[in-house]
């Protein structure tokens, strides 16, 4: 058995595979062992067990790049309408130029959902519809479009939860080279949004130093409990195995190895998150 051109074979009806096997360097690794380990008559039975759980479904199923597009397409309505009625609300933002900046966002996320939509449709998929919004919480922010500093305060939770949701996807995307890019340069602009609120709320609040463009720790900046979850694992300070703090004998402090680098969120984490703002 030819175990190359069986792969290869699969390859040709599911471009695919490699995601759901990891990726073709792991793939390739495990199906040598199988080949070298295993008598012949036992390896289509190996090779079973291996695409059993590739293609089983529930959690283990990959989501396609239209399923993706769709979640991000439901987080990017959610901040639309946020901006959309913030900045129609009349004397909530009073600073003239911090008022511009948030225009400049709304104007943002308004192209982002148009952008997102078209694409869903070119790649022959359904765009989900704009769900209802409760921008309360279910009465956890009932000020949110009359107290500035709630206002400030839940558009940073949402930015801060939009930088980590594109991160978390971008493994999701990487069948397609052009879906991708277009992934990270929405996730870059997601990030400067994120700064801007932050540098803004911190300005509001007399430069208060808890406040600060980038996330310490797993740090809400002042906000809360209750959107601890938009932070959760932001305290790592291990990367790739790699301990952080003090490295190579440097004075690396724990905030210094949080701030430095920005952790993923799931889409099971998010969607838990943005729920309560979602009425149907």
Do not use: C
Not at 31 to 38: A, M, P, Q, Y
Not at 228 to 256: C, H, K, M, P, R
């Amino acid at each position: 058995m030819n175990i190359h051109n069986l792969i290869t074979e699969i390859e040709k009806i599911d471009s695919e595979v490699y995601d759901r096997l990891d990726n073709r360097r792991s793939a390739m690794q495990q199906f040598t062992k199988i080949g070298g380990k295993l008598a012949l008559a036992a390896v289509p039975l190996a090779l079973g067990g291996m695409f059993k759980k590739a293609y089983a479904g529930g959690g283990s199923m990959k989501p396609g790049i239209v399923d993706v597009l769709n979640y991000a397409l439901t987080l990017e309505y959610l901040e639309a309408a946020f901006y959309n009625m913030g900045t129609g609300t009349s004397g909530l933002i009073k600073n003239g130029k911090i008022q511009a900046g948030f225009i400049e966002i709304r104007n943002h996320e308004n192209e982002h959902v148009a952008f997102l939509t078209a694409t869903i449709k070119a790649l022959g998929g359904t765009p989900v519809p704009m769900p209802t919004f409760d921008f309360t919480a279910g009465g956890t922010f009932t000020d949110v479009f009359s107290n500035v500093d709630t206002f400030y305060a839940v558009s940073q939770t949402f930015e801060d939860t939009g930088v980590r949701a594109y991160k978390g996807q971008a493994a999701n995307l990487m069948s397609s080279n052009d879906v991708l890019t277009a992934a990270l340069q929405i996730h870059s602009v997601e990030a400067r949004h994120a700064a801007f609120v932050r540098s803004v709320r911190s300005v509001k609040m007399n430069y208060d130093e808890s406040i600060r463009p980038w996330i310490t720790g797993n740090s809400t900046a002042g906000i809360g409990s209750v959107v601890q979850a938009s932070y959760a694992g932001e305290d790592n300070t291990n990367q790739l195995g790699i301990v952080i703090t003090n490295i190579n004998g440097f004075d690396i402090s724990w905030d210094d190895a949080t701030e430095a680098f920005d952790e993923p969120l799931s889409m099971d984490e998010v969607l838990m998150i943005v729920a309560p703002f979602i009425v149907k």
